[in-house]
């Protein structure tokens, strides 16, 4: 007797979510954009969203696992747009990450992760298209740590070329402060203390590195997101007061858009 031929749909094999996961761990802003999904959808999507956030440093594979399976019941919300770009960028897969951040700009209207499109197109061995998207955006209008970011991928582009005093132009920016730190300052001064090392400057790139040394310890101490712990530079101080407590560090006040700009 003849079977009945049905239509088989293709199975997706969604990572486990644990119980105690919910939409309600996502942030204000991108609970908000779930809200154009039906009740049931959105929880399912932002559970996953919420896992891809927790794994993705310890094991970006099963981030980006939970990353699809949002995308393949939100594919037209933002956000998650964004959160699976980010997961491909995290486990290496820099064309899938560049065709979903232009996915996401195309949604969202933003230029907020510019830094990880340039990047991607190093990823993809477009040095040259990358330092072109970078300079295609006016950067004054992006948010001051996507400014720092876009400056180091746009440095990274530039070696990649074997640009090298170009690269460091590139990082000699407003946010290259050794007086202070910012959540942005221990990834800039390491990133100027590399291009120092590959022109031989050998004591100035010690010097970057252990001033970044120094931002990341600071900044770890701090118990507010929005402080900043002020670094005196290491050629005014000695070893005793580089301890973190020590009268070297005071607390200050984050940077705004609105205090870069008004030193243009």
Do not use: C
């Not at 009740?39 to 399912?44: F, G, L, Q, S």
């Not at 019941?73 to 560049?98: K, M, N, S, W």
């Not at 990823?123 to 180091?152: F, H, Y």
Request: glycine share 6%; proline share 4%.
């Amino acid at each position: 007797m003849q079977r009945e031929l049905r239509a088989v749909r293709p199975r997706h094999d969604d990572p486990e979510l644990p119980e105690d996961v919910t939409a309600k761990d996502l942030d204000r802003v991108a609970r908000n954009e779930l809200k154009t999904l039906t009740k049931d959808n959105a929880e399912a999507v932002g559970r996953h969203m919420a896992m891809a956030a927790r794994l993705i440093d310890e094991d970006p594979a099963l981030a980006h696992r939970h990353a699809m399976s949002a995308a393949r019941r939100a594919g037209r919300i933002a956000v998650v747009r964004e959160t699976l770009a980010i997961t491909a960028y995290a486990t290496g897969d820099f064309a899938l990450a560049l065709r979903e951040l232009r996915t996401y700009r195309r949604i969202s209207g933003s230029n907020d992760q510019l830094a990880l499109m340039v990047d991607s197109e190093r990823g993809v061995g477009r040095p040259d298209r990358a330092l072109e998207l970078g300079r295609s955006v006016d950067r004054a209008t992006l948010p001051v740590p996507e400014q720092v970011s876009v400056a180091i991928a746009m440095s990274g582009a530039r070696l990649d070329l074997g640009q090298t005093e170009s690269a460091l132009s590139e990082l000699e920016i407003p946010q290259l402060d050794a007086s202070r730190a910012y959540s942005y300052s221990p990834e800039l001064f390491a990133a100027y203390a590399e291009v120092l090392g590959e022109l031989g400057r050998v004591e100035d790139a010690q010097r970057w590195s252990e001033l970044a040394a120094r931002a990341d310890a600071a900044l770890g101490a701090s118990e507010a997101d929005d402080e900043t712990m002020e670094i005196i530079d290491l050629d005014e101080t000695d070893e005793q007061d580089t301890e973190i407590g020590s009268p070297g560090f005071e607390r200050g006040v984050e940077e705004t858009d609105d205090d870069v700009r008004s030193e243009d």
